[in-house]
Nanobody, 123 residues
Framework: QVQLVESGGGLVQTGGSLRLSCAAS????????MGWFRQAPGKEREFVAL???????YYTASVKGRFTISRDNAKNTVYLQMNSLKPEDTAVYYC?????????????????WGQGTQVTVSS
C-alpha cells in the first residue's frame, strides 16, 4: 500500500529555515507530480508547491523566492526547503502525490496524502 511519510517539521524563529522531507513507499513516484500543501488552524488546506512529473517546480505566490521544492527519484522522496520563515507559514504541512502519472498538477480528489508535519514559526 502507498505511504507518504513526512519529516523535518518543528519550531523555528522568524527568519529561520527548515527542510521537510516526504518519503514514499509502496509505489514509485518518479513520473508523478508530487508536492506540498499546508493547513493553518481555522483555515482550509492550501497549495504550497509542487514538482511536475518531469521536475518543473511551481509555487504559491506567498512562498516564491523563499521555498524550494526538489525531488530525488532514486530515493522516491520529495523535499521542501523553507527559508526566511514567517509566522504566517505556521501550519501542518502535508505531502501529496497524484495518483496518475505524467501530470503537471496534483488533483486533491485522487491524490495520496501523508499524515502531516507541524511547522511553527515564532515571532
Amino acid at each position: 500500500q502507498v505511504q507518504l511519510v513526512e519529516s523535518g517539521g518543528g519550531l523555528v524563529q522568524t527568519g529561520g529555515s527548515l527542510r521537510l522531507s516526504c518519503a514514499a513507499s509502496g509505489h514509485t513516484f518518479s513520473t508523478y507530480a508530487m508536492g506540498w500543501f499546508r493547513q493553518a488552524p481555522g483555515k482550509e488546506r492550501e497549495f504550497v508547491a509542487l514538482t511536475t512529473w518531469n521536475g518543473s517546480p511551481y509555487y504559491t505566490a506567498s512562498v516564491k523566492g523563499r521555498f524550494t521544492i526538489s525531488r530525488d527519484n532514486a530515493k522516491n522522496t520529495v523535499y521542501l526547503q523553507m527559508n526566511s520563515l514567517k509566522p504566517e507559514d505556521t501550519a501542518v504541512y502535508y505531502c501529496a502525490a497524484d495518483s496518475r502519472p505524467h501530470t503537471d498538477v496534483i488533483n486533491i480528489g485522487r491524490a495520496y496524502w501523508g499524515q502531516g508535519t507541524q511547522v511553527t514559526v515564532s515571532s
